[in-house]
């Protein structure tokens, strides 16, 4: 993104609608609501941690509480040895939800993102700028790039309808800007 400049206001009404038909994939009316329940949700974890902030705390709450039976003993036990994998289930579990629930990953064959079709379409433009011609600079492309001749020739027919980015170039980029491990 560029420093110093800002959104433009057709750019943020795009954002703004695909935004809310991900609200509405999702299963949730509107943006206000879907906003809402995930607040809720955070809120509810964010009392949790905050009534446990220290060992000390934990301890304060622990005393609180009512002495559990031997089961519920063991259960509260077993729940602290078993919680990475109890939330690996989970997240199973929710990705299982999601797989049924939301519309499936684009297939087909594996594309060149969106940034590796700009310099394609870029090199041959530059080539075609200094004289060759284009059938000569798509195929120097194509050997630059590292792509079949025909990947080149889709790529510079598609030059003009850049307005979508694609799952993978998006799902590149996104984990190049996520912060930590991308693995």
């Known amino acids: 993104m560029e420093a110093?400049?800002?959104?433009?206001?057709?750019?943020?009404?795009?954002?703004?609608?695909?935004?809310?038909?991900?609200?509405?994939?999702?299963?949730?009316?509107?943006?206000e609501t879907a906003m809402q329940q995930l607040i809720q949700g955070f809120e509810?974890?964010?009392?949790?941690?905050?009534?446990?902030?220290?060992?000390?705390?934990?301890?304060?709450?622990?005393?609180?509480?009512?002495?559990?039976?031997?089961?519920?003993?063991?259960?509260?036990?077993?729940f602290f040895q078993w919680a990475p994998q109890i939330v690996?289930?989970?997240v199973k579990q929710f990705a299982a939800k999601l797989e049924?629930?939301?519309s499936a990953l684009p297939r087909g064959r594996p594309g060149t993102d969106l940034q590796q079709k700009a310099e394609v379409v870029t090199y041959v433009g530059t080539l075609i700028m200094k004289g060759c011609s284009t059938e000569v600079g798509k195929r120097r492309a194509a050997a630059k790039?590292?792509?079949s001749d025909s990947t080149v020739q889709r790529i510079w027919d598609?030059?003009?309808?850049?307005?979508?980015?694609?799952?993978?170039?998006?799902?590149?980029?996104?984990?190049?800007?996520?912060?930590g491990d991308s693995t």
């Open 4 to 31: 110093g400049k800002t959104v433009n206001p057709e750019f943020r009404e795009k954002v703004i609608a695909r935004w809310e038909k991900l609200i509405q994939d999702t299963g949730a009316p509107d943006h």
């Open 44 to 78: 509810k974890v964010l009392v949790v941690f905050s009534l446990v902030r220290t060992k000390q705390d934990l301890r304060n709450l622990l005393d609180k509480l009512p002495e559990p039976n031997l089961v519920e003993k063991k259960l509260i036990l077993g």
């Open 88 to 90: 690996q289930y989970g």
């Open 100 to 102: 049924r629930e939301l």
């Open 145 to 147: 790039f590292g792509l």
């Open 158 to 179: 598609d030059r003009g309808n850049i307005e979508d980015a694609d799952f993978r170039s998006t799902l590149t980029w996104i984990t190049k800007q996520w912060p």
